[in-house]
């Protein structure tokens, strides 16, 4: 669901990424801000003849400003996760505001609870201000500055108070979990904040049905199957990470030669029942040649061209001592079916998804076993 995002610039080091469903919010948030406007202006008590600006231009740079402050709220996960020497791979500015994409592997409590702080604290902290300096500097010369920044500083203060309920995966959900981390494990600890974030969901779903609200609606899907995807990761990382990619990859691995015709790979595709070969050449491996490369070539040509015309030569390769969660990783980051397993410069194996996740139920199978 995050891949639909477009690098906008960097922080840090860091890219921001938008995803497209940010380009539909601002235009939203621009409209209700826009036509709530003279009433914003009111409680704030700015007399409406006042204003200089159309309410709608007042309203787009308010949604602007919401989301330059929900990105320093991500940018404050973001620093202390760097601080703590935790990598961070992306910031996504999206429908609900913003998601750090915090590199997978930190189960460390202690840590967790200041990278999910950090966050609600820095938008208390903007919305503090933001209502301080107001109170102390009336800006008289410029009245819709003074009405903009008097509904930031407030929807600030309560996006930090919303981030801050338990309803994992929120910022309040992460802390949970850290605390609970510190009496059971990190997995028991995930499972119960899970739980947790889904009875929130529920609530959130029904207070939204009950007062028409459907943006609470949207919030209470969003956290619900945030929760179980969350869930899903965790136990496959701690899981898959207990396996080297000796444990599970294929040893006796058939090869073939890059000279070799299209015809005989087919052939020996179908007598050998392989989907794939790593490709040699005066025993070197060249690259990898599987099933979809060959629906390439036109029938009639098959005994025309070679397998190296047809291979892929950009091959990923791991050592056998690497765990199992980062070659999983590797796949899904290039998005591709196999990785070589080299060591000394020497083939030793082959590792697919399939191999993996067959170790995943294999452990689940028997972990499920020696429960009873
Ligand atoms: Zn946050």
């Known amino acids: 669901m995050f891949k639909e995002a477009m690098v906008v610039g960097r922080i840090y080091g860091i890219p921001v990424k938008i995803h497209y469903t940010f380009l539909l919010i601002i235009p939203f948030l621009a409209w209700v801000f826009g036509s709530n406007f003279s009433s914003f202006a009111e409680r704030a008590g700015v007399p409406l003849e006042n204003l200089l600006l159309n309410p709608y231009l007042s309203g787009l740079i308010m949604a602007l400003a919401l989301f330059i402050s929900v990105l320093l709220h991500e940018l404050a996960h973001s620093r202390v996760a760097q601080n703590q020497g935790i990598a961070i791979n992306s910031i996504t500015l999206m429908l609900f505001g913003g998601v750090a994409h915090i ?73 949970m979990r850290s605390l609970l981390a510190r009496r059971s494990s990190y997995l028991d600890a995930t499972r119960i904040a899970t739980t947790v974030g889904q009875v929130f969901a529920f609530l959130f779903a029904l207070l939204g049905l009950l007062l028409g609200n459907f943006i609470l609606i949207f919030i209470a899907i969003f956290i619900f199957f945030g929760a179980s995807q969350e869930y899903r990761q965790t136990l496959q990382r701690i899981t898959l990470t207990d396996f080297k990619v000796k444990d599970l990859m294929t040893k006796n691995v058939s090869i073939i030669d890059e000279d070799a015709t299209v015809k005989e790979l087919l052939q020996r595709i179908l007598t050998e029942l392989h989907s794939g070969y790593p490709v040699f050449s005066d025993g070197e491996l060249k690259g990898c040649v599987t099933i979809g490369d060959i629906s390439n070539v036109a029938p009639e040509k098959h005994h025309e061209y070679r397998v190296k015309d047809i291979m892929s030569r950009n091959i990923k390769k791991v050592s056998p001592d690497d765990n199992v969660y980062q070659a999983l990783k ?35 199978i028997q972990k499920d076993f020696s429960y009873r």
């Open 103 to 175: 590199e997978e592997g930190l189960e460390d409590p202690k840590k967790e609870v200041w990278i999910a702080m950090a966050g609600p604290l820095t938008s208390l902290l903007i919305g503090v201000t933001l209502l301080i300096a107001l109170s102390i500097y009336p800006l008289q010369l410029f009245p819709d500055m003074r009405v903009m920044g008097f509904y930031l500083g407030q929807i600030n203060i309560f996006l930090a108070f919303f981030n801050l309920i338990p309803a994992f995966p929120t910022d309040g959900g992460r802390i």
């Open 330 to 364: 590797i796949l899904s980051g290039f998005d591709i079916g196999r990785l070589m397993v080299v060591e000394n410069g020497n083939l030793v194996g082959i590792i697919t998804r399939s191999d993996i996740m067959k170790g995943f139920r294999l452990r689940q």
